[in-house]
């Protein structure tokens, strides 16, 4: 092993078992985003860093880029986010395109950050953006789509939160609280880090921003205020929506959920486990002057982001990711009786196939033990045996790995045979 060339610090090897996990959790992003009537894009994989300068986040652009001259000496970078790629390639096309878009993407980023659980430097993340209308049930409909990926999945209510909140109504509430304008997006940070902190240095930082006692004092009881909400008309209507599209039962307001990125102008949101053993699961809100700050006309959008990292890590806890071996894309394996009927076994593989059944043939003649062992390794439920004597007779022999049941058909009726087969042990 010490010979071994490693991989890079923060990124990870995706074995068979891992892009098992990976493309199901794909899926299953797929299906949910398409039930809401949304588009597959995809941007490039670099970018120019000025895309990012002033719109993601002094944090962002200057430590967790991944920053480098091209030969012609311009800075580029590999993308940290979606979302600003997504206003540009909005705003070059702005004219042709039909609004509201409803675009979704599944890719990968990186990140310079220093690798713990739940966070590389490598990952993959859902992308989902509502562009082109400016309304609180925009907004709950990105809410619903978190929400029905999570039902989706299995994930019962309470045991992932989306916690909801609005930038505006925080404003509205630091400029009563007699905190200078200057002073607010210190403030937004300061709330966002709450839960990164210890007490003591919360406080400190409080202080060093230059709140005064009063105002500080003031901050604390907002973010103590569970019905902060109903103050704000957009909430107000962004929680009916949430009722009618079904989503409540996932969502509850929490005055404390700011998000980090400073393009974000309205209702903020993110997903957490109830025990809040890892980072947010997901986030998002609503960001209405990106495309004009990328060079296009004034347009609204909301959207939401989440890694495959923590998503993967929250949904193991749960006990909802699949084993990977009932993930497997061949569930029949098609056995050699002897190295004299190896081409019998592809002809008969090569009839499932071409019948839409997905089948993986042993590749040479060997014990039917060992076969049966390499099938049960790759998650396959079905074995076929044709021997001489199932050659003979027009037959097939069928064994069920689950249940340890074997089954002689005719060849002429495997087809039908073997999709009973896979639809009980699918349904069960």
């Known amino acids: 092993m010490k010979n071994i060339i490693q991989s890079l610090k923060g990124t990870r090897d995706f074995y068979p078992e891992d892009m098992a996990i990976r493309n199901w959790l794909y899926r299953n992003i797929r299906s949910v985003s ?30 967790q880029s991944f920053v480098f001259p091209d030969r ?14 997504l206003a540009r390639m909005v705003a070059q096309r702005q004219r042709a395109l039909a609004f509201p878009l409803r675009w979704w993407s599944f890719g990968p980023f990186w990140r310079y950050e220093r690798p713990q659980k739940g966070r590389t430097r490598e990952f993959f993340q859902w992308n989902i953006d509502l562009i082109g209308v400016d309304t609180p049930e925009a907004d709950a409909e990105l809410i619903a789509i978190a929400a029905q990926f999570l039902r989706q999945l ?12 609005n930038r505006r109504l925080m404003d509205s509430e630091f400029a009563a609280l007699n905190i200078p304008a200057e002073l607010r997006p210190g403030v937004l940070r300061l709330v966002d880090r709450r839960d990164k902190m210890s007490p003591a240095d ?5 202080i060093e921003l230059g709140l005064t006692a009063a105002q500080f004092e003031g901050l604390q009881r907002l973010l103590a205020n569970n019905d902060l909400w109903q103050k704000s008309p957009e909430l107000v209507r962004t929680f009916a929506a949430l009722d009618a599209l079904g989503a409540s039962p996932y969502v509850r307001f929490a005055p404390h959920i700011i998000r980090g990125l400073d393009y974000y102008t309205g209702t903020v949101f993110e997903a957490w486990d109830q025990a809040g053993e890892f980072r947010a699961i997901l986030g998002g809100g609503r960001y209405d002057n990106l495309v004009s700050e990328v060079g296009g006309d004034p347009l609204p959008g909301v959207g939401f982001a989440m890694g495959d990292v923590v998503a993967t890590l929250v949904l193991k806890k749960l006990g909802i990711v699949p084993d990977p071996a009932v993930l497997s894309p061949a569930p029949v ?12 076994s592809f002809e008969l593989a090569n009839e499932l196939r071409q019948a839409g059944i997905p089948v993986a043939c042993y590749p040479e003649a060997a014990k039917l033990s060992r076969q ?21 007779s027009g037959s097939v022999a069928i064994k069920d790995l689950h249940l340890g049941q074997q089954a002689v058909v005719p060849r002429a009726g495997a087809v039908q045979y073997l999709r009973q087969l896979l639809a009980s042990d699918s349904a069960s």
């Open 202 to 206: 919360w406080n400190a930082y409080a």
């Open 34 to 63: 398409e039930s809401f009537g949304y588009q597959e894009y995809e941007g490039p994989f670099l970018e120019s860093i000025a895309l990012y300068a002033a719109k993601s986040g002094e944090e962002l652009v200057k430590e």
């Open 333 to 344: 394996l098609v056995t050699v009786f002897e190295a004299g009927m190896l081409l019998e």
């Open 72 to 85: 012609g000496g311009d800075l580029i970078t590999l993308r940290p986010e979606l979302t600003p790629t």
């Open 154 to 165: 299995g994930v019962q209510p309470g045991q992932i939160n989306i916690l909801v909140n």
């Open 372 to 392: 049966l062992k390499f099938a049960d390794r790759i998650g396959a439920k079905i074995a076929i045996v044709l021997g001489p004597d199932e050659l003979a």
